[in-house]
């Protein structure tokens, strides 16, 4: 199983970016894939969830509004389009299959079994 990110770069704040994430060796719809980021010195957030079973999406507060994520199932690709792009969005991204759990209106993502090896966003001010 891999999953290959890529896509990342440098760009001002308000630009655009967008993340690709190629799946292979597994059924690309037996796992739910999305995105994740660290920055230096914090926790690893959830950015967004792709459910492909029901093409549902989820979204961190952080980015909702902002980001979007889609799929391309001839491709096995996972995209990540990055809007409106903020200094504060500035990590390492990382894609990975993900499981999502929903209470109330928080909504938690986590990275599950597969990791992809990250891509630099930066975005300068």
């Known amino acids: 199983v891999q999953l290959q990110a890529s896509g990342g770069g440098l760009v001002q704040a308000g630009g655009s970016l967008r993340l690709s994430c190629a799946a292979s060796g597994f059924i690309f719809h037996s796992y739910a894939i999305g995105w994740f980021r660290q920055a230096p010195g914090k926790e690893r957030e959830g950015v967004s969830c792709?459910?492909?079973?029901?093409?549902?999406?989820y979204y961190a507060d952080s980015v909702k509004g902002r980001f979007t994520i889609f799929s391309d199932t001839v491709e096995n690709t996972v995209y990540l389009q990055m809007n409106s792009l903020k200094p504060e969005d500035t990590a390492v991204y990382y894609c990975a299959t993900c499981r999502v759990t929903v209470v109330g209106t928080t909504i938690d993502i986590r990275g599950t079994r597969y990791w992809g090896e990250g891509t630099q966003v930066t975005v300068s001010s």
């Open positions: 792709f459910v492909s079973s029901d093409s549902s999406t």
